[in-house]
């Protein structure tokens, strides 16, 4: 998985995007007459935010029924979901209201935005290529199944697999693992792989029924050696990994119902839907 530092490539390139079109927009301010490149930059940073706000909200309206069986999940900005065209468009129709009684800042503000939106798009094609090159494979791992069986991760190739890490102490692990086992019903087609980390089979098994939580796939990595050959930053991380065995996609953090669904669609649309139980 490709991060810079603690912040996963993705965000890094959205900054990065950002502060181009901030300093564009103030170069551009500069080279007019009567044109504050101060407020110009001011004005691009609201328009950016405001278009944050867009993205969520049009992401949630993607997925109401998804975030309305659950409400409290539509603050979880964490899931990632976040709409680029509805952000584009609300960061574009503030920029556009709010110069309505200011033209002179309309140019360099809507040039900064067009510059920033267009080099956000190329890098971001340009990692999914690159991602998409050299995806790792499901690893040549042996680890053990509750009851002590041996498994390797390779031999789930042939259909799409979700592979969870998780541990019984970490606070969104255990929040989204209701969600991991309703997509389990759901997606019969998908492999749904708990691996948990760094605990012995009593500790895994007393917290799954504790919890009243059944899943098909429970595998035990006491060392953490999936963890370390995957580049994980933390739990919980779940990866995508697609029928070849390639790996399409991670999260690193809490999934919600709405984000889950979404990658599924994304990466596995055609199984998705002849399968899902809706």
């Not at 503000?109 to 510059?115: D, E, F, I, K, Q």
């Not at 009243?212 to 994980?232: C, I, K, S, V, W």
Request: charge should be neutral; glycine fraction near 8%; proline fraction near 6%.
């Amino acid at each position: 998985m490709i991060s810079a530092g603690p912040f996963s490539i993705q965000v890094v390139i959205l900054i990065v995007a950002v502060l181009l079109a901030w300093v564009i927009t103030r170069k551009v301010a500069q080279r007019l007459p009567d044109t504050p490149a101060r407020q110009a930059g001011g004005l691009l940073l609201d328009a950016v935010f405001w278009g944050l706000v867009a993205a969520r909200l049009g992401y949630i309206l993607q997925w109401w029924s998804d975030y309305a069986a659950s409400p409290l999940s539509m603050i979880a900005i964490g899931d990632g979901g976040f709409s680029g065209g509805s952000g584009v468009l609300g960061g574009v129709a503030f920029a556009w209201w709010r110069t309505r009684t200011m033209p002179l800042l309309r140019r360099p503000l809507l040039v900064g935005s067009a510059a920033g939106v267009l080099s956000w798009s190329a890098a971001t094609g340009v990692l999914g290529l690159i991602q998409l090159a050299v995806a790792p494979p499901l690893p040549e791992l042996q680890l053990n199944r509750l009851d002590a069986d041996p498994v390797v991760l390779s031999e789930y190739t042939g259909r799409p697999v979700v592979v969870n890490l998780w541990a019984s102490w970490c606070p969104p692990c255990r929040r989204e693992m209701p969600v991991l086992e309703q997509a389990q019903s759901h997606y019969p087609g998908i492999a749904i792989v708990m691996v948990n980390q760094g605990e012995s089979a009593a500790q895994a098994r007393d917290f799954l029924a504790r919890e009243h939580l059944t899943f098909q796939e429970n595998l035990l990595d006491p060392a953490g050696r999936l963890m370390r050959d995957m580049g994980a930053r933390g739990l919980p991380t779940t990866l995508f990994f697609d029928a070849q065995g390639r790996l399409v996609d991670s999260h690193v953090g809490e999934l919600t119902r709405a984000s889950l669904r979404d990658t599924l669609s994304r990466h596995f649309q055609p199984l998705t839907i002849n399968t899902a139980k809706e």
